[in-house]
């Protein structure tokens, strides 16, 4: 690592050499290689972006000019040449680096992405804002072909092409979002990359390039026969000339020399520029390579054997919703299964190769997901949408307009629901019960294992109306084991019973509340657990005999934001009736919970058996006489 440990600063890598370049770009790779098989991350988009990182700054001068990554997950080279590289060793671990952007590290992240498609609007409106104080500095946008399937890529696109800003968006064309990338556009891009006109011109800019000695006059004759390259090269983004942007492309993203050159030529380029950058997702490591959406992210590996799966001791709530998703489909060709690009993490990889005629992939496109599904259930099919809970943020106004407006039988599918850990807050899922809990028509369930996630589809698909299923990530322990029974009606379940409180818990904090009502019996406190699967509408019936057995403390355990979110719902209840009961509600505080284990993250919010045991004891006025616990790895 000779020529990495020279770079402090993204300054230190205009003294080195074309040569020194290239020999840095694969110590980089070695590092990216070796700390993320320690700490897990993503990997494969990260390997496949190392030479145009590297272009990057070696021609621009960040922070002063602003580079603004779309999603983010492939900052890590962006990190390791801007002053980070000796904490990369914390990356995604709890008061660690964070795996994306973050402002709070560095001046040179100027922007904080975690979801897709926001770049080129964050970028335009920097630019915008530059022009308007008379600043005068480079603005560019690195998105992804996967992030340019997301509708707000577009708008953005069409924003800025109608007029003269100064903007440079590098198209990173890996034919990958997560998965394969799907849709017209990645025709389209595949079309420009496979040109021959393409290789043509490659082979034509190489050999000047390589021509060029390191100084003599002579070179304005080379640059000239460069810049008829460039026309030819125009050809080929015809679509995006026409949006307005001056087209240079396709480029091979790993040869750093010609990245360099054609950087150079864009700065001096007016109006909007687009460069489309061809790289290998995964580049540089044979598996990864060979199987980039499996390296996508990844958690610690060996590097010599890959990644290696190993059968847990249950199935995840995805494996599950999938492979159930897959039997019913058998018995009813209505059942239709949707995600935005990801496939393999929402378990939809059975559906998919049992039904290709049935499973849509729609790419990075929530919004699109949502009311396609809306248009595929007036029409008499049965959606069944699944999508990550931070995700589904995007389609707020889908479910609200589209689907639930019309009272549409569509199914949501809501996976990675609560803390998920090491990705941080740009993808923990505790704000859907807020956002959807409002929402006239939507019945929301929350299965305490896994059996009961099946008994829920199976009792979803029956219905004429739309529902919404969260799951967490991972599997269930405790409550896997416990017996579940098919849905008949909303009604919540009693696990325990108990005299001096009420346990109301949702989904995967039922597991949590069965550990703490352990610890509390432990105390001398006997509390009830109830398995709140039916988060709406709330079962009044049980709630009333709660209060008629004058239970007067209820606490209330969800992995969502408290406001609006369950618990709020109790507050309303029992404020409506002036019930004399006592509502303590515990779950997500009021900020943006940052990355970590989920273990360490429920240890931080008191969200923890141990915990909750703890907070109860004081709202009764006792002591915790032993800190024996039940410990519990999520």
Same mark, same amino acid.
């Given at each position: 690592?000779?020529?990495?440990?020279?770079?402090?600063?993204?300054?230190?890598?205009?003294?080195?050499?074309?040569?020194?370049?290239?020999?840095?770009?694969?110590?980089?790779?070695?590092?990216?290689?070796?700390?993320?098989?320690?700490?897990?991350?993503?990997?494969?988009?990260?390997?496949?972006?190392?030479?145009?990182?590297?272009?990057?700054?070696?021609?621009?001068?960040?922070?002063?000019?602003?580079?603004?990554?779309?999603?983010?997950?492939?900052?890590? *080279?962006?990190?390791?040449?801007?002053?980070?590289?000796?904490?990369?060793?914390?990356?995604?671990?709890?008061?660690?680096?964070?795996?994306?952007?973050?402002?709070?590290?560095?001046?040179?992240?100027?922007?904080?992405?975690?979801?897709?498609?926001?770049?080129?609007?964050?970028?335009?409106?920097?630019?915008?804002?530059?022009?308007?104080? %008379?600043?005068?500095?480079?603005?560019?946008?690195?998105?992804?072909?996967?992030?340019?399937?997301?509708?707000?890529?577009?708008?953005?696109?069409?924003?800025?092409?109608?007029?003269? #800003?100064?903007?440079?968006?590098?198209?990173?064309?890996?034919?990958?979002?997560?998965?394969?990338?799907?849709?017209?556009?990645?025709?389209?891009?595949?079309?420009?990359?496979?040109? !021959?006109?393409?290789?043509?011109?490659?082979?034509?800019?190489?050999?000047?390039?390589?021509?060029?000695?390191?100084?003599?006059?002579?070179?304005?004759?080379?640059?000239?026969?460069? &810049?008829?390259?460039?026309?030819?090269?125009?050809? =080929?983004?015809?679509?995006?000339?026409?949006? %307005?942007?001056?087209?240079?492309?396709?480029?091979?993203?790993?040869?750093?020399?010609?990245?360099?050159?054609?950087?150079?030529?864009?700065?001096?380029?007016?109006?909007? #520029?687009?460069?489309?950058?061809?790289?290998? &997702?995964?580049?540089?490591?044979?598996?990864?390579?060979?199987?980039?959406?499996?390296?996508?992210?990844?958690?610690?590996?060996?590097?010599?054997?890959?990644?290696?799966?190993?059968?847990?001791?249950?199935?995840?709530?995805?494996?599950?919703?999938?492979?159930?998703?897959? &039997?019913?489909?058998?018995?009813?060709?209505?059942?239709?299964?949707? #995600?935005?690009?990801?496939?393999?993490?929402?378990?939809?990889?059975?559906?998919?190769?049992?039904?290709?005629?049935?499973?849509?992939?729609?790419?990075?496109?929530?919004?699109?997901?949502?009311?396609?599904?809306?248009?595929?259930?007036?029409?008499?099919?049965? !959606?069944?949408?699944?999508?990550?809970?931070?995700?589904?943020?995007?389609?707020?106004?889908?479910?609200?307009?589209?689907?639930?407006?019309?009272?549409?039988?569509?199914?949501?599918?809501?996976?990675?629901? %609560?803390? *998920?850990?090491?990705?941080?807050?740009?993808?923990?899922?505790?704000?859907?019960?807020?956002?959807?809990?409002?929402?006239?028509?939507?019945?929301?369930?929350?299965?305490?294992?896994? =059996?009961?996630?099946?008994?829920?589809?199976?009792?979803?698909?029956?219905?004429?109306?739309?529902?919404?299923?969260?799951?967490?990530?991972?599997?269930?322990?405790?409550?896997?084991?416990?017996?579940?029974?098919?849905?008949?009606?909303? =009604?919540?379940?009693?696990?325990?019973?108990?005299?001096?409180?009420?346990?109301?818990?949702?989904?995967?904090?039922?597991? #949590?509340?069965?550990?703490?009502? &352990?610890?509390?019996?432990?105390?001398?406190?006997?509390?009830?657990?109830?398995?709140?699967?039916?988060?709406?509408?709330?079962?009044?019936?049980?709630?009333?005999?709660?209060?008629?057995?004058?239970?007067?403390?209820?606490?209330?355990?969800?992995?969502?934001?408290?406001?609006?979110?369950?618990?709020?719902?109790?507050?309303?209840?029992?404020?409506?009736?002036?019930?004399?009961?006592?509502?303590?509600?515990?779950?997500?505080?009021?900020?943006?919970?940052?990355?970590?284990?989920?273990?360490?993250?429920?240890?931080?919010?008191?969200?923890?058996?141990?915990?909750?045991?703890?907070?109860?004891?004081?709202?009764?006025?006792?002591?915790?006489?032993?800190?024996?616990?039940?410990?519990?790895?999520?």
């Amino acid at each position: 690592m000779a020529l990495l440990e020279q770079i402090n600063d993204p300054r230190d890598l205009k003294a080195l050499s074309p040569k020194q370049l290239i020999l840095l770009a694969k110590e980089i790779r070695q590092f990216v290689l070796e700390h993320v098989a320690t700490t897990g991350g993503h990997l494969a988009s990260n390997l496949g972006v190392v030479e145009l990182t590297i272009a990057l700054h070696y021609v621009y001068n960040s922070p002063i000019d602003k580079i603004v990554w779309d999603v983010g997950h492939q900052c890590y *080279v962006h990190k390791i040449l801007t002053s980070r590289r000796d904490q990369f060793f914390t990356l995604r671990q709890k008061g660690g680096l964070s795996g994306f952007p973050k402002r709070s590290e560095s001046v040179h992240d100027i922007f904080e992405t975690g979801h897709s498609s926001t770049s080129l609007s964050a970028a335009l409106g920097i630019a915008r804002a530059r022009d308007m104080k %008379g600043e005068d500095y480079h603005v560019l946008a690195v998105i992804g072909d996967g992030a340019l399937t997301g509708g707000m890529a577009y708008e953005a696109l069409n924003d800025a092409g109608h007029q003269d #800003t100064n903007l440079t968006v590098i198209l990173n064309d890996n034919e990958m979002s997560i998965a394969p990338n799907v849709g017209a556009m990645a025709a389209y891009l595949s079309k420009i990359r496979s040109s !021959p006109h393409y290789k043509n011109m490659k082979r034509r800019v190489d050999k000047a390039l390589r021509s060029l000695p390191v100084g003599g006059d002579w070179l304005a004759d080379k640059v000239e026969k460069l &810049k008829n390259s460039f026309k030819y090269l125009l050809v =080929s983004g015809v679509l995006f000339e026409e949006l %307005g942007y001056t087209y240079i492309g396709p480029v091979d993203g790993h040869d750093l020399p010609l990245l360099i050159s054609i950087l150079n030529r864009a700065k001096q380029t007016q109006g909007p #520029t687009l460069i489309h950058v061809v790289t290998k &997702k995964g580049k540089g490591y044979s598996f990864s390579e060979a199987n980039p959406a499996r390296y996508h992210g990844v958690s610690p590996f060996d590097i010599r054997r890959g990644c290696v799966s190993r059968p847990g001791p249950y199935k995840s709530y995805s494996v599950v919703l999938g492979q159930h998703l897959t &039997k019913l489909a058998q018995k009813d060709p209505s059942i239709v299964a949707i #995600t935005a690009a990801m496939p393999d993490g929402t378990g939809l990889i059975p559906f998919q190769k049992q039904f290709p005629d049935r499973f849509f992939d729609v790419g990075i496109a929530e919004q699109h997901a949502v009311t396609f599904a809306a248009g595929l259930a007036i029409n008499g099919m049965k !959606p069944v949408v699944a999508i990550y809970s931070s995700f589904l943020q995007r389609a707020y106004d889908q479910i609200l307009h589209d689907v639930c407006r019309q009272n549409l039988p569509v199914i949501l599918a809501i996976d990675h629901a %609560g803390l *998920v850990g090491e990705d941080g807050d740009t993808h923990q899922g505790v704000f859907d019960l807020s956002y959807l809990r409002h929402i006239p028509n939507l019945t929301i369930l929350a299965p305490k294992n896994t =059996s009961e996630l099946r008994y829920m589809l199976d009792y979803s698909l029956q219905q004429n109306r739309p529902i919404a299923i969260r799951y967490p990530k991972g599997y269930s322990k405790v409550t896997e084991k416990l017996p579940s029974f098919p849905l008949t009606d909303l =009604s919540w379940e009693i696990l325990e019973n108990g005299r001096d409180l009420v346990l109301l818990a949702v989904g995967s904090m039922v597991e #949590t509340a069965l550990l703490a009502a &352990k610890i509390l019996k432990g105390q001398g406190i006997h509390p009830a657990v109830v398995n709140a699967r039916t988060v709406k509408p709330l079962d009044q019936e049980m709630m009333n005999r709660f209060l008629q057995d004058r239970c007067q403390l209820w606490v209330t355990l969800e992995d969502n934001v408290t406001e609006g979110g369950f618990g709020s719902s109790i507050d309303e209840y029992v404020m409506g009736y002036e019930a004399r009961v006592k509502v303590v509600n515990m779950g997500i505080p009021d900020r943006f919970i940052a990355h970590g284990s989920v273990s360490e993250l429920r240890k931080d919010l008191k969200l923890d058996p141990a915990g909750i045991a703890v907070r109860i004891c004081s709202v009764l006025g006792r002591e915790m006489t032993c800190e024996k616990s039940s410990e519990r790895a999520y």
